[in-house]
């Protein structure tokens, strides 16, 4: 007999960080005539996919991914229905906090990365509305350092520790 376990979810939703994350910093990096950026549905599809991963975090008993799940879920599908400048914002203060329980909980630093440079994106999104200042290649590197760091904290889960979780 086969003995199957709760799976943690968490890769699956750092996956899906950089599948947001990836496009979103080539497009603010690379000006291509013609090329498009990510679209409204596609934010919105993937934030939708992120609260998923939220409730089968919470089904796994993670408080931490649960909550920062349900975070990023409804940031990327709020951003895919058209979100403001202070909703951007207040995203990334929360983020912010977010950060600060990372710290406090002894998760792995790259995590803590992560929510730092998830709570940069928003903020500089937010910030480029209000000050009405053209900051697309500091977003375009954040969310691409953004993708590198889902990405490998991804692999190193998925792994369950070939790569070392740092």
Do not use: H
């Amino acid at each position: 007999m086969v003995e199957c376990k709760n799976l943690d979810p968490t890769a699956l939703g750092l996956f899906l960080v950089a599948i947001v994350s990836l496009p979103l910093g080539i497009m603010n990096l690379i000006d291509i005539d013609g090329a498009t950026g990510p679209t409204s549905p596609f934010f919105t599809v993937m934030g939708i996919l992120a609260l998923f991963v939220a409730y089968f975090a919470y089904r796994a008993d993670s408080q931490f991914g649960f909550t920062v799940f349900a975070l990023v879920g409804a940031a990327v599908a709020l951003t895919g229905i058209g979100m403001g400048t202070f909703e951007n914002i207040s995203f990334g203060i929360v983020f912010i906090l977010a950060i600060i329980w990372s710290i406090l909980a002894k998760t792995p630093k790259n995590l803590t990365l992560i929510l730092v440079t998830t709570a940069l994106i928003f903020l500089i999104v937010g910030l480029m509305d209000l000050v009405d200042s053209d900051l697309t290649k500091i977003l375009g590197i954040v969310a691409l350092l953004n993708g590198i760091f889902a990405i490998y904290l991804a692999f190193a889960l998925a792994l369950e520790n070939k790569i070392p979780v740092v």
